[in-house]
């Protein structure tokens, strides 16, 4: 099926909490209707009167990857979006900077000495690359989301530095990174990551096989060493979800 111009834009996170508020918007639309598919939940409405598919994918490569073959099959989206929190992996990143993929790898395959490691096995390929015009878009979102949200709320509290929008490369494997030595291991096989997530890798993937558009926005949540699982759900409980609403609600507005 070829998407229609008009077609919906998908719109995927891992996690019920970096979606929530996006899906109390999409909950305003009186003609929203949620669709259940391979036990995934998909809210078809519009948001910002942009016609939009939001679902959860829940964790890691192959729960990404049959959520995003769905969204393609069944309900034709035009294009793909995924929002969510990541472990930072480059020497300038902080928690509650933005990383934008640039591009995309899947730093658990191995199939060496068959394939070179980390190229995916009869693909011919390691590294995937996002929409750039989308993911233009998309940094120029968090750019005006930072701007108007944070640095507006922040004008009166004095803020060690605002976050950082970056764009470069994200790797995804089925591991959550929690300690130094699993780290390093990472940034040495693979010295240009910028973040490390559980799903960037897949969606992409199945994306360049299907030549659906995409683009991915991470924000950091903690630095995928030994205190990551604290800083990760303390950043998914009180952070992510704004981060998440407000740069889509900024990357669809600019789009109409
Ligand atoms: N998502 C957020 N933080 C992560 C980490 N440290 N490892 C893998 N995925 C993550």
Redesign the pocket.
């Known amino acids: 099926m070829l998407p229609l111009p008009n077609a919906p834009l998908g719109i995927i996170a ?1 996690m019920p909490e970096e979606i929530e508020q996006l899906l109390e918007q999409l909950h305003q639309d009186p003609s929203m209707e949620m669709v259940s598919v391979g036990q995934r939940n998909y809210y078809v409405g519009s948001l910002w009167q942009q016609p939009c598919i939001v679902t959860l994918a829940r964790i890691g490569k192959v729960a990404a990857a049959t959520t995003v073959a769905a969204l393609i099959h069944q309900f034709g989206v035009r294009a793909i979006l995924f929002t ?4 930072g992996l480059g020497a300038d990143l902080q928690i509650g900077d933005i990383v934008i993929a640039g591009s995309l790898m899947q730093h658990d395959v191995d199939a060496s000495p068959l394939f070179p490691r980390h190229q995916i096995p009869m693909l011919n390929r390691s590294c995937f690359a996002p929409c750039p015009l989308l993911t233009e878009a998309l940094m120029q979102a968090s750019h005006n989301f930072i701007a108007s949200t944070l640095e507006s709320a922040t004008a009166h509290t004095p803020v060690r530095r605002l976050p950082k929008v970056h764009l470069g490369l994200i790797v ?2 089925d ?4 300690d130094k030595s699993a ?1 390093t291991a990472l940034r040495a096989a693979i010295p240009d990551a910028l973040a ?3 799903e960037g890798g897949a969606i992409a993937q199945v994306c360049y096989e299907y030549d659906i558009p995409f683009a991915v926005m ?1 924000t ?6 030994e205190d ?1 699982p604290g800083s ?1 759900s303390d950043f998914l409980n009180h952070v992510a979800g704004v981060y998440s609403y407000g740069v889509v609600h900024h990357f669809i507005r600019a789009s109409l």
């Open positions: 891992a969510g929190v990541a472990g995804s494997g591991q959550f990174i929690s780290r490390v997530e559980m991470r950091i949540s903690d630095a995928a060493d990551a990760f």
